[in-house]
């Protein structure tokens, strides 16, 4: 694919109908992201205003260089735990640097033409931190959508937990039944009307009801001095060179956050909108917004899939609906600021609270339930060890696991087979008989079925001590191995000489491009008595004939 935007694709037949469609849906999907900039930003440990500085530069630039039509960039849930996690242990020049590490890390990635990456990732992997990632944001809102009155929420799960039960008796009932009726707005609006976003009304609606009843409840304000009335400005930030070697795997898992997260939903959006997205380009603009977002005071960018499918379902099509998109947020920090800050936590916390159900993809989790064990296990470590231990710690042993799972099935997959005993055999005469000539005393035959790799190569070593006198001849048949590795050739040539020790001569037969060339490149050819690349079992029992005559 090549490296260009979406949006120097779409301009070449823009028109204007298609700017009021954009206009519309970027205006809506604006709205829409406030809440939810909001919120991630609280959520995540930073001042709600560095949310919206996220939602603004990492929208713009994803929209600007991404490789998706309707991609909406900023932050999203996904990031909420490990951000969260880098402050705490780093400190905000910690995250600076992390985000800056990450940008680097998804431009190289799209630069090496890895954006078809998200196909090696297994789906128990990702719904399982998905799941995880839910669980922790939920539980990070219990204090402000009850109204706790409790100090600094604890980072380990179960002591959270313990800290809200122990504070259960300072419940603001304000609080939490303002929270109540945000969540049956939110669960009721779209049930009335899809045209007006229901976190909006939601949102709107329980900001009146506190300000005129006067209730009792932190708002932004109260907790966070209210928003800046002015835009973002470029800094250059005081980053923490000696953190680097520290934070190169929270790094990592930010990247890899990243590009999951946007590929996906660029993935979701084609199969909205008819489209193709450019994976590598949309990398490389994810990178880039991830170097842009914390010089200007944000945090990790990636893109969102609820926003991009708010922006498609209103409208938008080109990447002109995310810039418009952008723009609106940036309108209202300049000129509504102060309203914003009425907005109470609670409020926020009701609409995080129903983003972590759909975040949560418990469907799946269920459905993924019924899946062979292997991939259960996978499912339930890496969510545990998500909510549990630590997403970074979570991401590596699921991905770690689910690959030794899958070479554990390749290996059961191969065997060899002795195909000599089942042509002596009756109940294997017939058309298995007819398939070879005669085959000699003194000659037996064996077929390798499936790739011979080092998860399947002990396999062979076990051949020779099933065969009680040593055979003159020894045919091992290939045709249906597509892959042979080092350790397979390895396994291969240790037969060989095993072979050799007997006085049995050794013919490999119907041997495949890609096993001739790994024997080849080794320089091993000469190691063997006789390799057939065309002729299959057939053929080697003829050599096999002439040999014994």
Known sequence: MPLIPKLYTTLKAYDREQFVLDFFAGCIVGVVAIPLALAFGIASGVTPAQGLYTAIVGGFVVSLLGGSRVQIGGPTGAFVVIVYGIIQQYGPGGLTLCTLMAGVILIVMGLSRMGSMIKFIPYPVITGFTSGIAVTIFSSQIKDLFGLRMGAIPVDFLAKWQSFYAASSTITWEAGGLAAFTLLILG???????????????????????????????????????????LPRPVIPDIPWHQLPALIRPATTVALLASIESLLSAVVADGMIGGRHRSNMELIAQGVANLASPLFGG?????????????????????????????????????????????????????LVIVCYHMSEWRSFVYLLKSPRSDVAVLLTTFLLTVLVDLTVAVEVGMVMAAFLFMKHMAEVTNVDAVTRELDDDSHRGEEKRDFTDVPPGVEIYDINGPFFFGAASKLGEVLQTIQNPPNVFILGMTNVPNLDATGLRALEDFQSRCRRMGTFLILSGVHAQPLRVIERAGKRHSFDKILSKGGTQEAVKFAEHLIG
């Open 188 to 230: 009721l609006w779209p049930k009335i009307t899809h045209k007006v976003p229901g976190p909006i009304v939601a949102l709107v609606s329980a900001t009146i009801i506190a300000k005129l009843l006067h209730l009792p409840v932190e708002t932004i304000g109260t907790r966070f001095g209210g928003l800046p009335s002015g």
């Open 299 to 351: 945090i990790p960018v990636t893109g969102a899939i609820a926003r991009t499918a708010t922006n498609i379902k209103s409208g938008g099509r080109t990447p002109v609906a995310g810039i418009v998109h952008a723009g609106v947020i940036a309108l209202v920090l300049l000129f509504l600021g102060p309203l914003v800050s009425m907005i109470p936590l609670c409020v926020l916390a009701a609409i």
